[in-house]
């Protein structure tokens, strides 16, 4: 089993759609949460960032995490075809290297 | 502005040949890693430095190498290329040890024949 599961999708919906895109995990140390998007061709960005558990919203995206069930959650509101890309989602624990791991990636396709 | 840059975008070679791809940075982070990104796998480390003549093994290291003599750049080296390391190969900067923004390159796409 992978620490970090991911489903690669591809997740297709009507622009406007609300959109949820999920990780789960099992490793009982990851603290630091993060999102990012994969445009085509291009590179990862960051989206999102959170610690610990809770919610973070910046403007149409929320990012939650769960940790007692170790689940976390990106919701994308108003989805517009400029959403379109894979998303990432990546984490990592406390202390040593801190460097992440990253599930394998959700495809999402926003059609106007 | 600052960037992190990567070259050549496309490489196709034969199985046996030594191929090197070049990772250049101008943030001036200490923290350099290399990514390869395979259907099905997702993006998977291959080696990382914290800074100058520093040098680690990720989780698919077999058969890559890195040095690194300055902060801007980490090359990444096969030594004999082989046909499983046909991917696509991202480098990424971060600016220190503890977890934050990784920035990642564009990407080299390499076809081993």
């Known amino acids: 089993q992978k620490e970090v599961e991911q489903d690669p999708g591809p997740l297709s919906v009507p622009e406007g759609a609300i959109v949820s895109l999920n990780c789960t995990y099992s490793?009982?140390?990851?603290?630091?949460f993060m999102w990012y998007r994969q445009y085509s061709r291009k590179g990862p960005e960051l989206l999102m960032y959170?610690?610990?558990?809770g919610n973070k919203e910046d403007g149409r995206f929320t990012a939650q995490v769960d940790k007692s069930s170790k689940y976390i959650s990106l919701f994308i509101r108003d989805s517009q075809p400029s959403d379109s890309a894979t998303y990432l989602c990546?984490?990592?624990?406390?202390?040593?290297?801190?460097?992440?791991?990253f599930g394998r990636g959700t495809s999402l396709i926003v059609h106007p | 502005d600052a960037e992190i840059t990567q070259s050549p975008r496309h490489k196709i070679t034969e199985t046996g040949r030594q191929v090197t791809l070049a990772c250049h940075q101008t943030?001036?982070?200490?923290?350099m890693f290399w990514y390869r990104q395979d259907l099905g796998h997702g993006l998977r480390l291959i080696h990382y430095?914290?800074?100058?003549?520093?040098?680690n093994k990720g989780e698919v290291s077999d058969g890559y190498s890195v040095s690194r003599s300055n902060t801007e750049d980490l090359p990444l080296t096969l030594e004999s290329a082989a046909s499983s390391q046909t991917s696509v190969y991202f480098c990424?900067?971060?600016?220190?040890?503890?977890?934050?923004?990784?920035?990642f390159g564009p990407g080299t796409r390499l076809t081993v024949l």
């Open positions: 990424a900067s971060s600016e220190s040890r503890a977890p934050n923004e990784q920035f």
């Open positions: 490793n009982s140390a990851f603290q630091y």
């Open positions: 959170t610690y610990s558990s």
């Open positions: 990546a984490m990592s624990a406390q202390g040593g290297s801190y460097i992440p791991t």
């Open positions: 943030w001036n982070h200490n923290n």
């Open positions: 430095s914290y800074g100058v003549q520093d040098t």
